[in-house]
T-cell receptor, first 117, second 111 residues
Framework: DAGVTQSPTHLIKTRGQQVTLRCSPK?????VSWYQQALGQGPQFIFQ???????QRGNFPDRFSGHQFPNYSSELNVNALLLGDSALYLC????????????????FGSGTQLSVL | DAKTTQPPSMDCAEGRAANLPCNHS???????VYWYRQIHSQGPQYIIH???NNETNEMASLIITEDRKSSTLILPHATLRDTAVYYC????????????FGKGTKLSVKP
């Protein structure tokens, strides 16, 4: 049973460019969340997608956008890249509607390391 | 979501129990306590969660005080592979993936 897979694993871009990161959730999961983790910090919530819609968003500018496809996979797009966008981008999947607090039992991928030069 | 406080680092001898404390004195009645860990160069890994009763699974035990203001994660027989940053998170069910990770506790398991 494949877990959460993310691609690519590493990426180098220059300022002002646009980037797309991809995520396939764990089999059977229907919800995808994205996180940004700067070096030495804990992950920060970007947004969550469920039923192909953005369900909740963290404190990130509109340059960060996403999409969820009918097969539950997801993309994270970042426009007009800044040096400060250099970070590890993590995707996490979960199954909605489980109750008893288990909705927040997230399964994380190993992330995409983005470097902006 | 309630703020949590954890020691920045801890050491543990291999084979001994690792007891990781977390303070969440402002936790509300409908907030769960979640524990995740992050091994170097990997994504966070779910460990365990609980509301008010103690919980145990194949990875760890979670002890929550009766007043729910603090909790302890117990790894009963720590191995070198348990070296990681451990995050304690308090949040309501239905938070829709918005986990607030603090700086966590860096646990170093030593031979």
């Amino acid at each position: 049973d494949a877990g959460v897979t993310q691609s690519p694993t590493h990426l180098i871009k220059t300022r002002g460019q646009q980037v797309t990161l991809r995520c396939s959730p764990k089999s059977g999961h229907d919800t995808v969340s994205w996180y940004q983790q700067a070096l030495g910090q804990g992950p920060q919530f970007i947004f969550q997608y469920y039923e192909e819609e953005e369900r909740q968003r963290g404190n990130f500018p509109d340059r960060f956008s996403g999409h969820q496809f009918p097969n539950y996979s997801s993309e994270l797009n970042v426009n007009a890249l800044l040096l400060g966008d250099s970070a590890l981008y993590l995707c996490a999947s979960s199954l909605a509607g489980q109750g008893r607090g288990t909705n927040e039992k997230l399964f994380f991928g190993s992330g995409t390391q983005l470097s902006v030069l | 979501d309630a703020k949590t406080t954890q020691p920045p680092s801890m050491d543990c001898a291999e084979g001994r129990a690792a007891n990781l404390p977390c303070n969440h004195s402002t936790i509300s009645g409908n907030e769960y306590v979640y524990w995740y860990r992050q091994i170097h160069s990997q994504g966070p890994q779910y460990i365990i969660h609980g509301l008010k009763n103690n919980e145990t699974n194949e990875m760890a035990s979670l002890i929550i005080t009766e007043d729910r203001k603090s909790s302890t994660l117990i790894l009963p027989h720590a191995t070198l592979r348990d070296t990681a940053v451990y995050y304690c998170i308090a949040l309501k069910g239905g938070s829709q993936g918005n986990l607030i990770f603090g700086k966590g506790t860096k646990l170093s398991v030593k031979p």
